[in-house]
C-alpha cells in the first residue's frame, strides 16, 4: 500500500504535546503519520481515532505500527471520543483538521474537482447527507450562508444563486460539472477551490464539530496535558482560537458588560500560531496554511 499524506508539523506536534511515556490521543489518525511519531518517541499507548472507515482499515491492513499493542484504533468522529474513553485521561490530545491527501485525490469520493467525481465529500461514507443530498435540500439563502460563514466568501449570494440555479437545470451532475459552473482558471487557484472547501466543511459540519468537542476535550485531559490543533484555513483557525480563548477565561463576547465565564481551565501556549518552517514548506507545499495552537489544562 502506497502512503500519500505528509504529516505537517510533526516535530511541533511533538514538542508541543509535550511527549513522554504517557496516554495520548490522536483525533484525527488520516494514514497515522502521528500516531506513528508519537509511539515511536516512547508513548505508553496511543487512543486514535478517524470518522472515515477507510482510513482505518487501510491502516489496520498495512499500516507500519498496525500491530503494536499500544495502539488502540477506532472508526468514529472526534465528537464521540469522550464517550468511547470511559475513565481515561490522556496527558496530551492531537487534532490535526481538514482531510486528507488521499481522501482529496481519491476522485470517487467527490472532494476533488480536477477529475469528474460523484457530489459526495462525506468523510464518513457510512452517514448522511452527500454534497448532492445537501444542494437538493438548501434554500439559496442557506448556501450563500455556508460559503461566507465556513469561507469568508464576501460574492457568497451571488455564488448560492449560480450553483443552484445550475443544480436545478440539471446541470451539475459531478465534481467537475460544478467547478465549470464556478469559472475558469485563471492563475494558480482555480475559482472552485474556496467554494469546494465551504461545502465540504457544511457537508461534514466540520466547525460544529470543533465548536462541541474541544471543551469536552479539556474534561479528559490530566491537569498539565496539552490539546494540540492544527488548522488550514482561517475559519478553522479563527474557531479553534475563540474556543481556546473562552476557555482562557479571555473575554470574548464584545458586549458592554462581560458576559463571558471568568473560569479559566487552560493555559494558552501559543500566543500566535505556529506555522510550518521553510524547510517544511519546500518539502510538503501543503502545509502551507497550516496553523498549530496549544493549551495547557490547569
Ligand atoms: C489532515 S488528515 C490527518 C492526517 C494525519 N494526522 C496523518 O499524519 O496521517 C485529517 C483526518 O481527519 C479525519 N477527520 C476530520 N474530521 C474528523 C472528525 N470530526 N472526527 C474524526 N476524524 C475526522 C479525516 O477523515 C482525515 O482522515
Avoid at 445550475?166 to 469559472?183: H, V
Avoid at 490543533?229 to 473575554?251: M, N, P, Q, W, Y
Wanted: aromatic share 6%.
Amino acid at each position: 500500500m502506497e502512503w500519500l499524506h505528509k504529516s505537517v508539523l510533526l516535530n511541533e506536534v511533538i514538542d508541543f504535546i509535550g511527549l513522554n511515556k504517557g496516554t495520548y490521543a490522536d483525533l484525527t489518525f488520516g494514514e497515522g503519520g502521528h500516531t506513528e511519531a508519537l509511539l515511536k518517541g516512547g508513548a505508553q499507548e496511543v487512543w486514535a481515532v478517524d470518522r472515515d472507515l477507510s482510513a482505518v482499515k487501510n491502516y489496520l491492513k498495512a499500516g507500519a505500527l498496525s500491530q503494536d499493542p499500544r495502539l488502540k484504533l477506532h472508526h468514529r468522529r472526534f465528537s464521540e471520543f469522550p464517550s468511547l474513553v470511559g475513565s481515561q485521561v490522556f496527558d496530551g490530545i492531537l487534532l490535526d483538521l481538514g482531510v486528507s491527501t488521499r481522501q482529496l485525490i481519491s476522485e470517487e469520493r467527490g472532494f476533488t474537482f480536477q477529475k469528474p467525481g460523484p457530489l459526495d465529500m462525506r468523510m464518513d461514507q457510512s452517514q448522511g447527507p452527500t454534497l448532492r443530498e445537501l444542494l437538493e435540500r438548501l434554500s439559496e439563502e442557506d448556501l450563500a450562508d455556508i460559503l461566507y460563514y465556513n469561507a469568508d466568501l464576501k460574492n457568497s449570494r451571488a455564488l448560492a444563486r449560480k450553483i443552484l440555479n445550475a443544480f436545478r437545470a440539471g446541470k451539475i451532475e459531478s465534481t467537475q460539472d460544478l467547478a465549470d459552473c464556478l469559472g475558469k482558471r485563471i492563475g494558480r487557484t482555480h475559482p472552485a477551490t474556496v467554494p469546494f472547501m465551504a461545502l465540504r466543511m457544511a457537508v461534514n459540519r466540520e466547525l460544529e464539530e470543533i465548536a462541541e468537542t474541544l471543551p469536552k476535550l479539556i474534561d479528559i485531559l490530566k491537569p498539565g496535558g496539552r490539546l494540540v490543533v492544527i488548522t488550514f484555513h482561517s475559519t478553522e483557525d479563527r474557531e479553534v482560537k475563540t474556543v481556546f480563548k473562552r476557555l482562557a477565561g479571555r473575554c470574548i463576547c464584545q458586549e458592554l458588560i462581560c458576559q463571558c465565564s471568568k473560569d479559566a481551565r487552560v493555559k494558552i501556549l501559543t500566543k500566535k500560531p505556529v506555522e510550518p518552517s521553510p524547510e517544511e514548506l519546500s518539502q510538503n507545499p501543503r502545509s502551507r496554511s497550516a496553523k498549530l495552537r496549544c493549551v495547557e489544562k490547569i
